[in-house]
């Protein structure tokens, strides 16, 4: 094979296949299509996988096939399962990969982007209560199959399932990463998310035991997960508000420590997120909910229990799914009231303010015997905002939302939209009719209006504006979605534009060696480096900013520094040239950086964007938390004018608030008074010095 993966492969029985260049490459191997068979791809692995473990496990998933056939409607070609069809070897009949069914990329989407409303609607998908409830009986009846082979999963989650926009039947890919049963062994799956790993497993993972019940166990949680996400807008199931500071605050601890909110029974040490709509669900439902995440291994519900009730949820004749009869758009479980009705109540009103520019700031009252809400600043005026009351208080009644002053409650309506909009769901229907042409297909309620959309064919190109507008507005999925689309490859595929980059910071560096301050960056900790201009460019981030910082001392105050040169700030529009550089250098590789994510945000202060500073401090912090990091750890601070240093703690402070806000947990009387702290002004331009004639 050439260096591009192109080049021949051989079937079992010596048929000569061509392989195109490669489309796509993994962990493990990369994918060609096949010149000779347009309907399969070839998966090759690379020469240091495990080939050996790879063949037996290949030979294995040959042998034992679920029974998810392609469907075809017409024309129209829908994989399921990407399933190995046969072996593929080279010349000297080495095993080198195996061929499956195409996926068409462009008709289906990552079941991920269902979830959030507003995410939906921006790609055309179904927002209705009818097309979750249909993806989830499809995703069981697939699950289902798979486990009556022996198979499982593992790595079951929302990122790695597709659906097709026309259909909503579900298709999986990456299949020969599961667990498979084969002929007196087994070949486990070695990847898994902590987000989505029962509680069981959390500790020391799947070893020990029974293992394919451990493994279907964990496939059951997993499941439980992902359709409790579908039916309920999003909200992981072990999110919510908790009432101590003993309750840990990642899912993996809160799973671990069954911290689940939303049973039918009240859980003592975490209550709901506010937005969630589990009460509007039927008993039963809940009640498998109560299964899957209070009971251990096999006593949760299975998949195929998953695939009676959704089924019956999603048959029009059962009428167990029902049109609102208030807004024809809502959908709503029969006899229950309409969740979507209460939340469309909500953006109306607040449709008929104008939102403010500046964002609220969580603060609390002096101590009161009784706290049942925070209190809020929004542009001087109080407000109150219910919040998880502290440790002990046993109050049960929800607070309301009681604006101080009539001039307030434009800002007060303005903040409940800010942290509830994602999570507000519309139950539009779909554009489509879901006929039970095959078993893995449920008919749906269709008594509502359809929408005429175009599909898009593609993912929208991922940009970096798109991450700090869901840091300002949208919750840590939205976030967390956002920044999945950027590159995390610290060398990137755009050298060339990073050794230019590096090259001209390098003759701008030069002008600081003189300053002092610049001589502490050796103090700060090494950042990692590696082979190549955009690790190199990566490196020098922190010198990037305080030469930002110098140039603009020098410019607003002419003569006050002198480490500097003024003609080189002005010439070189550095200020300017700096926060364009770190923008690109996210773009070039470094999205998921927090180091480079925080020195951005201090640039974006450096040329007074103040809001796109807060979204960037706000996706450092995200970054920094999913590393095991909080807002009492040491951060890495460049900025050394009193006044920008200050005005950087007040927008981490905040940005560490809204996290603790988008998971219902309870934030710190220390953290709210950092957070509202004044902003400080920018000092006036400091005279010039004189220097006497003899100097």
């Known amino acids: 094979m050439t260096e591009d993966g192109s080049g021949k492969v051989f079937t079992g029985d010596g048929r000569p296949l061509t392989l195109e260049k490669t489309i796509k490459s993994g962990g493990a191997g990369s994918i060609h299509r096949i010149v000779e068979l347009p309907d399969l791809v070839a998966k090759i692995y690379h020469p240091n996988a495990e080939r050996g473990t790879y063949e037996r496990k290949v030979e294995a998933m040959i042998k034992l096939v679920p029974d998810l056939p392609d469907i075809a409607e017409g024309a129209v070609r829908e994989v399921q399962i990407t399933w190995p069809r046969f072996e593929l070897r080279d010349g000297q009949r080495r095993f080198v990969g195996f061929a499956m069914p195409l996926l068409d990329f462009a008709t289906s989407i990552e079941l991920e982007c269902v979830l959030q409303e507003r995410q939906a609607r921006a790609q055309g998908l179904p927002t209705g209560l009818g097309a979750k409830v249909t993806l989830a009986a499809n995703l069981a009846s697939l699950i289902a199959e798979v486990h009556r082979q022996g198979h499982y999963v593992i790595d079951l989650k929302p990122v790695n399932l597709r659906f097709y926009r026309r259909s909503l039947h579900i298709a999986m890919l990456d299949c020969d990463g599961f667990s498979i049963k084969g002929a007196g062994e087994r070949f486990p799956a070695t990847q898994f998310t902590p987000e989505y790993l029962a509680p069981e497993f959390q500790k020391y993972g799947l070893a020990g035991g029974d293992q394919a019940s451990n493994e279907e166990a964990q496939d059951r949680f997993a499941l439980a997960v992902v359709i409790f996400q579908l039916l309920n807008f999003g909200i992981h199931p072990f999110t919510g508000r908790p009432s101590s500071e003993r309750v840990p605050t990642d899912i993996p601890g809160r799973i671990a420590h069954h911290c689940y909110a939303y049973g039918v029974r009240r859980n003592p040490d975490m209550a709901p997120n506010p937005a969630s709509g589990h009460m509007a669900m039927p008993v039963d439902l809940r009640l498998l909910f109560d299964r899957a995440f209070g009971a251990v291994g096999m006593a949760r519900p299975s998949a195929d229990d998953w695939v009676s009730r959704m089924r019956a949820y999603g048959r029009r004749s059962t009428g167990l799914l029902v049109p609102c009869r208030t807004n024809p758009h809502h959908q709503h479980f029969a006899g229950l009231p309409c969740a979507a009705c209460a939340r469309a109540s909500l953006l109306n009103r607040a449709s008929s303010v104008v939102r403010p520019q500046a964002r609220a700031i969580p603060v609390r009252t002096a101590p009161h015997p009784a706290p049942s809400a925070y209190v809020v600043r929004w542009q001087g005026a109080p407000v109150q905002l219910p919040q998880p009351p502290p440790a002990g208080w046993s109050q049960q009644s929800t607070p309301s939302f009681a604006p101080k002053s009539g001039s307030s409650m434009g800002c007060l309506i303005g903040l409940v939209v800010a942290f509830l909009a994602p999570l507000i769901p519309t139950w539009c229907s779909s554009s489509h009719h879901h006929r039970d042409t095959t078993r893995y297909a449920t008919e749906t309620t269709h008594d509502e209006p359809t929408q005429e959309h175009e599909p898009a064919t593609s993912q929208p190109r991922p940009t970096l504006d798109g991450v ?41 560096l030069r002008w600081t060696d003189g300053d002092f301050e610049s001589q502490r960056m050796s103090d700060l900790p090494p950042l990692p480096l590696g082979q190549g201009a955009c690790e190199d460019l990566h490196s020098i981030v922190p010198s990037i900013v305080r030469t930002q910082e110098l140039c603009k001392q020098r410019l607003d105050s002419p ?44 640039a974006f202060l450096l040329v007074d964007e103040r809001d796109d500073a807060q979204a960037a401090f706000t996706t450092s912090a995200f970054l920094y938390r999913n590393s095991g990091l909080n807002e009492n750890s040491t951060f890495t601070t460049v900025l050394r004018e009193g006044w920008l240093r200050k005005r950087e703690e007040i927008l981490m402070a905040f940005a560490w608030a809204q996290l603790h806000q988008w998971n219902g947990e309870f934030v710190s009387e220390k953290l709210i008074a950092k957070a509202n702290a004044p902003w400080p002004k920018q000092p006036p331009p400091k005279k010039p010095r004189h220097r006497r004639a003899d100097e």
Do not use: M
């Not at 999945?484 to 060398?491: A, D, F, I, Q, V």
């Not at 529009?573 to 480079?596: Q, S």
């Open 468 to 508: 700090l507008s869901a840091a300002r507005g949208s919750e840590e999925q939205v976030l967390d979605l956002e920044l999945r689309r950027l590159p995390s490859s610290l060398s990137g595929p755009h050298k060339e534009e990073c050794q230019t980059a590096f090259d001209s910071w390098d003759e701008k």
């Open 559 to 602: 003569g006050a520094y002198e480490g500097i040169a003024e003609a080189e700030c002005r010439d070189h529009d550095v200020i300017e040239a700096g926060t364009d550089t770190l923008r690109r250098t996210i773009i070039y590789g470094n999205g998921k950086d927090p180091l480079v994510w925080f020195g951005l945000a201090e």
